[in-house]
């Protein structure tokens, strides 16, 4: 897998609606300069950034035959919203259809929306840039915005907080490798 920033956009492009590819942009553009920021591989981070929402609109069903054909992934993740299948799926459909063998991209691919236990540099990078991309208004992303300048794993713990204090006031499960994420950083 050799190819550039423009070749990987051209091949995400027609799996994802407009907006959803304008956020791939940003993230991306915000994976890049946190790389820099924190001596990760810029590079990777690209590549992870722009591949990360690859398998987003595929339908569920899809998503979660990858799921059951792969034990890298647990099939407890079927018994969580479906919004969180997207990740785990398409680190499996990317690493089959571009042939991606790198496990820091794949890793950093399938835990950008949950985070998990003991996340690699690469993996709080594109987990971050995901959460604070600049077309993101929510309450609290100004705060994570805010920490990420200076520090990452602060940033990547506060992001953490948010989302378990959200899905927990909105009576919403959380997966476990949230919580993981969590403790890992605390």
């Not at 990858?66 to 990317?94: C, F, Q, T």
């Not at 985070?115 to 929510?138: C, H, Q, T």
């Not at 992001?159 to 994420?181: C, E, G, M, Q």
Request: proline share 3%; glycine share 4%; charged share 30%.
């Amino acid at each position: 897998m050799h190819q550039n920033r423009e070749q990987l956009l051209a091949f995400v492009r027609p799996h994802l609606k407009q907006s959803r590819y304008e956020h791939t942009v940003r993230v991306t553009d915000t994976a890049v300069e946190l790389a820099k920021r924190y001596g990760a591989d810029v590079e990777k981070a690209e590549v992870a950034s722009i591949l990360h929402d690859f398998a987003k609109h595929k339908p569920k069903e899809e998503l979660r035959q990858w799921i059951i054909k792969d034990s890298r992934v647990s099939n407890e993740l079927l018994d969580y919203h479906h919004e969180l299948w997207h990740g785990p799926a398409g680190a499996l459909m990317l690493e089959e259809e571009l042939q991606i063998k790198d496990e820091e991209i794949l890793s950093a691919i399938a835990c950008h929306t949950s985070g998990k236990k003991d996340m690699s540099l690469l993996d709080k990078v594109v987990f971050l840039a995901d959460y604070i991309e600049p077309g993101r208004n929510f309450e609290g992303v100004e705060e994570v915005r805010e920490l990420a300048k200076d520090d990452l794993n602060s940033a990547c713990l506060q992001s953490l907080i948010n989302t378990v204090h959200f899905l927990t006031n909105t009576k919403r499960t959380v997966y476990p490798d949230t919580f993981h994420a969590y403790n890992a950083l605390v």
